[in-house]
């Protein structure tokens, strides 16, 4: 099946600094998400890119959706203590806003230092 | 009250035990997901259903089955539970903004 490679699997960081994560695919996806959980939570969009080469901003998140189709990547920029949490890529074929099945990364587990 | 809302929060049950967890939205959505959580995997899909009569296995179904009861109430259980089901478990409903998970049931086989 359809499989996405998130990395890095974590991040030790001071709080402040900037992060950024990405995901590849072998497969081309039609969407891209990401997602935030925090503990004892389920998970919440954060962003999500319909286009390629689209590029996206949350407030300090900003996301991007490659030309391949193949990968995306998410950066937080200057991090604070309440962005620890763990951060997952997700992904589908289907067209639009109609979603299907969902394939998500691995996981990025952050840890922001004060 | 939260848009999707799975019991029990936690379990732990002893191996064969038969267990089923529960989902339930307010959302209105058709469509209905589970999903197992393990650490180092991500999220994988166990079973989903687009509307009442729609049941479709995930890439991880071995083990499980579900019932969709009514739009709003879709429940997975494992018929005879065995450790390597020890997981968390989430629930979600899609609308055309994505999808909508519960805060998760954590299971514990024994």
């Known amino acids: 099946g359809q499989q996405l490679n998130q990395s890095p699997q974590s991040m030790f960081i001071q709080e402040g600094e900037d992060v950024s994560m990405n995901c590849t695919s072998s497969s081309i996806f039609n969407t891209w998400l990401w997602y935030k959980q925090d503990p004892g939570e389920g998970p919440v969009l954060l962003i999500a890119?319909?286009?390629?080469?689209e590029l996206t901003s949350n407030g300090r998140l900003t996301a991007q959706f490659g030309i391949t189709r193949k990968d995306s990547f998410l950066n937080i920029s200057a991090s604070i203590p309440s962005d620890v949490g763990i951060y997952f890529c997700?992904?589908?074929?289907?067209?639009?806003?109609?979603?299907?099945?969902?394939?998500f990364g691995q996981g990025t587990i952050l840890t922001v230092h004060p | 009250d939260a848009d999707v809302t799975q019991t029990p929060r936690n379990r732990i049950t002893k191996t064969g035990k038969r267990i089923m967890l529960e989902c339930s939205q307010t959302?209105?959505?058709?469509?209905m997901y589970w999903y197992r959580q393990d650490p180092g995997l991500g999220l994988r899909l166990i079973y989903y259903s687009f509307d009442v009569k729609d049941i479709n296995k995930g890439e991880i179904s071995d083990g499980y089955s579900v019932s969709r009861q009514a739009q709003a109430k879709f429940s997975l259980s494992l018929e005879s539970a065995i450790p390597n089901q020890t997981a968390l478990y989430f629930c979600a409903t899609e609308s055309d903004y994505g999808y909508t998970f519960g805060s998760g049931t954590r299971l514990t086989v024994v």
């Open positions: 959302k209105g959505h058709d469509r």
């Open positions: 890119l319909y286009k390629a080469g």
């Open positions: 997700a992904g589908h074929t289907a067209g639009g806003t109609s979603y299907g099945k969902l394939t």
